[in-house]
């Protein structure tokens, strides 16, 4: 083994045990709506866009004996309006779109919606109305709803899925990514945020033909407990042209693939959770738990300040044999704001889990650059004229295992090879102004979306040598033997700090939840101080959540084996 002294404990596949019956495979869910529904003249069956409504309706709805079938899609509007509607809010931009605040009903024909709920209504036939949007129907007839995260819905794309209501199969996957994040899920939540509640049963579609399903009773009283209890959302990994080789062992990943670049470890947006209903694994998107649940998950000062929206994010970086990441910025508040209706921005750290000899991070201007210049010759180099000469330009800091580095919005950044990054950051997670690429192209074979303008317009040039070494690196202060301050930097929200002991440590809830990874260590437990949870174990390199709903809590080292912990939350 290279990077671990021990076989990899990480479970990709964590789960959170929960009370009530699931329902497993398309026989078992016709059997219990065969009998649910059978007396209901009318059953609406709302989609998140993503799901496969073809599988659905052949497997599913055509098995249950409805005397006529109803894809609402048949009455939105049609595909060329759609497109000329939302190109303002799409751009012509490959990666970043504006922020739309849509609802449902201004997808669809609503004249034509309103004739088909009249006809409905003085129908004699028993009546399925599905698809995304079908609850334009009625509110109060039973609804399933059909359910996927967005990570599976990605991946969907990757192999030709199109977009919701379209026909671009082969568009550029970056393309498909960006009219899901700033348009379709958008609505789809707003809509999720009303139907949900009041859907008779819930069904999980992540895997093809092998559906589960709960009702919504048993589903939302198991989200209840999550808030009172530690638990992990389910990680997902992908490939860069950066990637590196530590992820493979560290969280036993395949061997045969190129590389890893990225672990999603700690994104509700993106990741899924899993119930256990006594053996039948249920999956559902995150975000489900940040709408129903905010205040105890969040607690409530975090609530109130960023509503339904989880505001930090953990995810890894790999560059371990790997190369460079893109030399880049994040936006600042106001231009995130303005031009794409974000209302906050990505302000980051890398928090350094293992270092290579020799490795480093860019971070920061040089002290007294030319700024003419320096955008003078990246615009020459995203021409393909010459390298960008970053050495020139950009700090290089040396980086070693426990280091951080604070990253606020505005500073140009990136992690060198032979580094594995913990990225602690806000949520706001794709707005990346890339510089440079090093001269490479995407796995796609497409040379990667390059914003030098945009980055022109939030580079902050007193972020510079002296101002690096005085802020942004290391800013430690002790506050007790087991307990460091690591920072974030004042002008960002988040708060971290680094736990080290071989006993325990005894804390107790800043206010905010916290998103925690062990950074050293085999395992390590963490313990209700009042008994209100069953201790939870965790594994080198996994990330965690404890909930503001867990007032106070320990971590331990069940071995008396000395592990670190860093913690992040909002600060008071």
Request: glycine residues 6%.
């Amino acid at each position: 083994m290279k990077y671990l002294n021990h076989p990899s404990d990480f479970d990709k596949f964590p789960s959170s045990k929960a009370d009530g019956v699931a329902y497993e495979g398309y026989p078992a869910l016709v059997h219990e709506l065969s009998k649910s529904l059978k007396e209901e003249p009318l059953v609406i069956f709302e989609m998140y866009p993503g799901c496969n409504e073809d599988e659905i309706k052949d497997h599913l709805i055509a098995q249950l004996g409805f005397d006529e079938v109803v894809d609402i899609e048949d009455y939105a509007k049609d595909e060329k309006t759609l497109n000329e509607w939302l190109q303002p809010f799409l751009t012509e931009d490959r990666a970043f779109g504006m922020m739309t605040h849509f609802q449902i009903q201004q997808f669809y024909e609503m004249a034509k919606v309103g004739a088909l709920k009249a006809r409905i209504a003085t129908s004699n036939k028993r009546i399925a109305v599905y698809g995304f949007g079908a609850s334009l129907i009625s509110s109060k007839a039973p609804i399933v709803y059909f359910e996927m995260s967005r990570w599976e819905i990605q991946l969907r794309q990757r192999q030709g899925q199109p977009n919701w209501h379209c026909h671009n199969n082969e568009e550029d996957t970056l393309k498909k990514y960006k009219r899901g994040f700033f348009v379709e899920w958008r609505t789809a939540d707003r809509l999720k945020k009303k139907v949900l509640p009041l859907a008779r049963y819930l069904v999980d579609t992540t895997l093809a033909n092998d559906p589960k399903m709960v009702d919504g009773p048993t589903f939302f009283a198991a989200l209840s407990t999550l808030p009172y209890r530690p638990f992990r959302l389910v990680p997902y990994y992908d490939p860069g042209v950066w990637g590196g080789q530590w992820m493979k062992e560290v969280c036993g990943l395949d061997p045969s693939k190129k590389n890893y670049a990225w672990s999603f470890d700690g994104v509700p947006e993106e990741n899924a959770l899993h119930f256990d209903f006594h053996g039948v694994i249920y999956e559902f998107p995150a975000i489900d738990l940040v709408f129903f649940e905010a205040a105890p998950l969040l607690g409530e000062r975090v609530y109130g300040r960023f509503g339904n929206e989880f505001p930090i994010r953990f995810d890894m970086l790999d560059t371990m044999e790997g190369g460079n990441l893109s030399l880049q910025c994040h936006p600042l508040t106001s231009y995130i704001q303005d031009k794409y209706g974000m209302a906050y921005t990505q302000d980051e750290s890398y928090f350094i889990l293992a270092a290579a000899p020799g490795s480093s991070v860019y971070l920061g201007v040089k002290d007294n650059v030319d700024k003419a210049a320096m955008f003078q010759d990246l615009e020459e180099a995203e021409k393909g004229e010459h390298p960008f000469p970053a050495e020139k330009y950009v700090n290089q800091f040396p980086a070693h295992a426990f280091d951080h580095f604070l990253i606020p919005g505005g500073t140009i950044h990136c992690s060198g090879a032979n580094t594995m990054v913990l990225e602690i950051s806000a949520t706001p997670y794709i707005f990346t102004f890339k510089m440079w690429d090093w001269g490479r192209l995407g796995l796609d074979g497409k040379p990667r979306p390059i914003h030098v303008k945009e980055a022109e317009e939030s580079i902050q040039f007193n972020r510079d040598t002296t101002y690096a070494k005085k802020e942004l690196i290391n800013q430690f202060v002790k506050i007790s033997d087991k307990e460091v301050h690591t920072g974030l930097h004042p002008l960002e929200f988040i708060e971290t700090r680094l736990y080290t002991f071989n006993d325990s440590v005894s804390l107790n809830s800043p206010g905010s939840f916290s998103m925690c990874n062990l950074v050293a260590g085999k395992e390590a437990r963490i313990e209700s101080v009042d008994g209100s949870f069953t201790p939870y174990t965790v594994h080198y390199a996994e990330t965690f959540i404890i909930p503001e709903g867990v007032k106070a809590f320990r971590f331990v080292s069940p071995k008396g084996d000395e592990v670190k912990i860093i913690r992040a939350y909002v600060r008071g």
